[in-house]
C-alpha cells in the first residue's frame, strides 16, 4: 500500500513537472514572436517610446528591404519625406544599439514588393508586423497576423474627454480640505473629476465643462467647472379679448373660435 501512494505521488510529480515546462515554452515562444519592422514605424520615431516603455517584445526584424527603401525615401523624396527617412535611418541604428532588445538586420530581396514580403515573412516564420500602415495593417489582420499598431495604441491611451467638452457627471463627495466648495465625480474608467462650485451638489448630476487635465503618478485626474443652469423661457400669456371689445370681431375670429370649441 505504501509503495502505491509514494508511486502515484511520483507520478503526480511528474505530470506536474509536464505542465509547469509547457507552460513555459508556450510563454518563452509568446514572447521570443519576431516583430517585422516597416518602413511607416521607423519614419513614424514613436517605436522608440514604445521600446522603453517595455510595450514591444524584445526581438525585432528590420528587413533590409526596409532600410533600402529608407534610403531611396531620403535620397529622392520631398523634403518632408527626406526629413522622416532620415530620421528612421537613424532609429534603425539606435534600436540596434539597445542592449535590451536583440534587433537583427535581415538580408533579404523583396522582389514583390516590402509590404507584401513583411506579410510573407511573418506569415511563413508565425511572427506579427509593427506597422501604422492603415492599409497594411488591415490586410495583416484578414490573414491572421499580428499586428502592433502604434496610432491604435496612442488612440487607446488618449483622453476621453478634451477641454471645452461637456459631460453629465454625478457628484459624490466633496473636494478637499482646503477648498470644500469643490465637488469630486469619477468618469466610467475610474477618472477622477474635480469640479469647481459643486461641493453642495452631493449626490447630484450636474453639467459640467472639462477645463484641463493633470497627468499624476497615481494616474490622470481632469478639472471642470459646473455649467449654470439655463432657465426655460417664460411661456407666453395668453392675452383674451375682453367682451367690450366683442363689437370689433370679425367673421375670421368667429371661424377661429368654431375651430376651437
Same mark, same amino acid.
Given at each position: 500500500?505504501?509503495?502505491?501512494?509514494? !508511486?502515484?505521488?511520483?507520478?503526480?510529480?511528474?505530470?506536474?513537472?509536464?505542465?509547469?515546462?509547457?507552460?513555459?515554452a508556450?510563454?518563452?515562444?509568446?514572447?521570443?514572436?519576431?516583430?517585422?519592422?516597416d518602413?511607416?514605424?521607423?519614419?513614424?520615431?514613436?517605436?522608440m517610446?514604445a521600446?522603453?516603455?517595455?510595450?514591444?517584445?524584445r526581438?525585432?526584424?528590420?528587413?533590409?528591404?526596409?532600410l533600402?527603401?529608407?534610403?531611396?525615401?531620403?535620397?529622392?523624396?520631398?523634403?518632408?519625406?527626406?526629413?522622416?527617412?532620415?530620421?528612421?535611418?537613424?532609429?534603425?541604428?539606435e534600436?540596434?544599439?539597445?542592449?535590451?532588445?536583440n534587433?537583427?538586420?535581415?538580408?533579404?530581396?523583396?522582389?514583390?514588393?516590402?509590404?507584401?514580403?513583411?506579410?510573407?515573412?511573418?506569415?511563413?516564420?508565425?511572427?506579427?508586423?509593427?506597422?501604422?500602415?492603415?492599409?497594411?495593417?488591415?490586410?495583416?489582420?484578414?490573414?491572421?497576423?499580428p499586428?502592433?499598431?502604434i496610432?491604435?495604441? !496612442?488612440k487607446?491611451?488618449?483622453m476621453?474627454?478634451?477641454?471645452?467638452?461637456?459631460?453629465?457627471?454625478?457628484?459624490?463627495?466633496?473636494?478637499?480640505?482646503?477648498?470644500?466648495?469643490?465637488?469630486?465625480g469619477?468618469?466610467?474608467?475610474?477618472?477622477?473629476?474635480?469640479?469647481?462650485?459643486?461641493?453642495?451638489?452631493?449626490?447630484?448630476?450636474?453639467e459640467?465643462?472639462?477645463?484641463?487635465?493633470?497627468?499624476? !503618478?497615481?494616474?490622470?485626474?481632469?478639472?471642470?467647472?459646473?455649467? !449654470?443652469?439655463?432657465?426655460?423661457?417664460?411661456?407666453?400669456k395668453?392675452?383674451?379679448?375682453?367682451?367690450?371689445?366683442?363689437?370689433?370681431?370679425?367673421?375670421?375670429?368667429?371661424?377661429?373660435?368654431?375651430?376651437?370649441?
Amino acid at each position: 500500500m505504501e509503495l502505491f501512494i509514494i !508511486a502515484l505521488l511520483v507520478l503526480t510529480q511528474i505530470e506536474l513537472f509536464i505542465l509547469l515546462r509547457r507552460r513555459q515554452a508556450a510563454f518563452t515562444r509568446r514572447h521570443d514572436t519576431p516583430v517585422y519592422v516597416d518602413t511607416s514605424s521607423l519614419m513614424d520615431g514613436r517605436i522608440m517610446a514604445a521600446v522603453a516603455s517595455g510595450f514591444t517584445p524584445r526581438n525585432l526584424v528590420i528587413p533590409r528591404s526596409v532600410l533600402a527603401e529608407l534610403q531611396l525615401l531620403a535620397d529622392n523624396g520631398d523634403s518632408d519625406k527626406r526629413t522622416k527617412a532620415r530620421h528612421g535611418l537613424d532609429l534603425a541604428s539606435e534600436l540596434r544599439e539597445n542592449k535590451d532588445l536583440n534587433v537583427l538586420i535581415l538580408d533579404d530581396a523583396a522582389t514583390d514588393g516590402v509590404d507584401e514580403h513583411l506579410l510573407a515573412l511573418a506569415r511563413k516564420n508565425g511572427g506579427a508586423i509593427c506597422t501604422i500602415d492603415y492599409n497594411l495593417a488591415k490586410v495583416a489582420q484578414v490573414e491572421n497576423i499580428p499586428v502592433l499598431n502604434i496610432n491604435e495604441l !496612442a488612440k487607446q491611451l488618449r483622453m476621453n474627454y478634451l477641454p471645452g467638452e461637456k459631460v453629465s457627471l454625478k457628484i459624490v463627495q466633496k473636494g478637499n480640505d482646503k477648498d470644500k466648495r469643490q465637488g469630486v465625480g469619477y468618469l466610467a474608467d475610474g477618472t477622477m473629476v474635480v469640479v469647481e462650485q459643486a461641493g453642495s451638489d452631493i449626490d447630484s448630476t450636474v453639467e459640467v465643462e472639462f477645463i484641463r487635465s493633470l497627468q499624476t !503618478a497615481a494616474g490622470r485626474m481632469m478639472f471642470a467647472r459646473k455649467l !449654470a443652469k439655463t432657465k426655460a423661457p417664460a411661456a407666453k400669456k395668453q392675452l383674451g379679448r375682453s367682451r367690450s371689445s366683442s363689437s370689433r370681431r370679425t367673421p375670421e375670429d368667429n371661424l377661429v373660435d368654431l375651430a376651437n370649441q
